[in-house]
């Protein structure tokens, strides 16, 4: 079983509609939770950070984290095309400058028109 | 956020010849940055954590006399490919987190293509 499991996809939903991406894990020392966004050919780019469970609001963007379930969201309101991208999960413990990232395997998104 | 730089962003070499790719922290201090390497539709795959001023760790199977990693400061890391063969066509990235924050930040990654 892997640390972090994150469903590849693809999803494809319609322009406006709200978007839920997903991620469980089995390692319950994990304490920070990223999501990134990567465009095609590009570096991964951070898009939220939550620190232990709740949730995290940003513009449309949302994530939550519910640690009793090992359980992390993300949530996009009133999708664009611009969004359509891979959303990676990230996730490490809190232990010191140890920083190593757990990456999920990405979700491919494509939002249309 | 904090900004990471690569460079090159795309280098085509000849099988045999070594390829160095840097990465840079341009707003802040890393004591420690990440190689990655990412093949088409799949996920990051972790190579090695660079250490400023100490040796390189890599992750299992891995060859650290393949891939030379040097973190000569506070913000520069470079990734060095010897002897690059077809194999080792991939897209490399780096990340770095900025001292005392727990996320990372990412560069906009290097594609080497080996001939």
């Known amino acids: 079983q892997k640390e972090v499991e994150q469903d590849p996809g693809p999803l494809s939903v319609p322009e406006g509609a709200i978007v839920s991406l997903n991620c469980t894990y089995s390692?319950?020392?994990?304490?920070?939770f990223m999501w990134y966004r990567q465009y095609s050919r590009k570096g991964p780019e951070l898009l939220m950070y939550?620190?232990?469970?709740g949730n995290k609001e940003d513009g449309r963007f949302t994530a939550q984290v519910d640690k009793s379930s090992k359980y992390i969201s993300l949530f996009i309101r009133d999708s664009q095309p611009s969004d359509s991208a891979t959303y990676l999960c990230a996730m490490r413990p809190f232990s010191g400058g140890y920083n190593k990232l757990i990456f999920g395997a990405g979700t491919r998104l494509a939002v249309h028109p | 956020g904090a900004v990471v730089s690569q460079h090159p962003s795309r280098v085509i070499c000849k099988s045999g010849t070594s390829v160095k790719i840097e990465c840079r922290s341009l707003?802040?201090?890393?004591?420690?940055m990440f190689w990655y390497r990412q093949f088409p539709k799949k996920s990051l795959m972790l190579m090695a954590t660079s250490n400023e001023g100490s040796k390189a760790t890599y992750e299992q199977g891995v060859e650290k006399d393949k891939f030379l990693i040097n973190h000569a400061s506070l913000t520069l890391s470079t990734l060095t490919v010897t002897s690059a063969h077809p194999e080792d066509s991939s897209f490399y990235i780096c990340s770095a987190p900025p001292t005392l924050q727990e996320t990372q930040y990412f560069g906009p990654g290097t594609r080497l293509l080996v001939l």
């Open positions: 390692n319950s020392a994990f304490q920070y």
């Open positions: 939550t620190y232990s469970s």
């Open positions: 707003d802040f201090q890393a004591t420690t």
